[in-house]
């Protein structure tokens, strides 16, 4: 019989202590435009999952996809032209 052994170091309370860095806080202030708009379309759903979705409701949800697809999209341009060395 074979025994399997962990490959990889045990994730313990040790390794997740401490704050975040400059970096990885930048990174969230860069990204929170697309956390905000997938916040606001997964209220949206929220909102139709115990009853049938009226017109409104569809409108709702329309705009919040749309306000996520613009986010994703201005993080995308904002995270290529930084990587290109341009102004952001």
């Given at each position: 019989?074979?025994?399997?052994?962990?490959?990889?170091?045990?994730?313990?309370?040790a390794?997740?202590?401490?704050?975040?860095?400059?970096?990885?806080?930048?990174?969230?202030?860069?990204?929170?435009p697309?956390?905000?708009?997938?916040?606001?379309?997964?209220?949206?759903?929220?909102?139709?999952?115990?009853?049938?979705?009226?017109?409104?409701?569809?409108?709702?949800?329309?705009?919040?996809?749309?306000?996520?697809?613009?986010?994703?999209?201005?993080?995308?341009?904002?995270?290529?032209?930084?990587?290109?060395?341009?102004?952001?």
């Amino acid at each position: 019989m074979k025994t399997i052994a962990a490959l990889q170091d045990l994730v313990t309370a040790a390794s997740l202590e401490g704050e975040p860095s400059a970096a990885e806080l930048d990174a969230i202030e860069l990204e929170m435009p697309v956390i905000r708009a997938e916040v606001e379309l997964l209220d949206a759903q929220i909102m139709t999952l115990d009853r049938p979705v009226s017109e409104v409701d569809a409108r709702r949800i329309r705009r919040a996809r749309r306000r996520v697809m613009a986010a994703r999209r201005d993080l995308t341009n904002r995270t290529i032209t930084v990587r290109a060395g341009g102004a952001a």
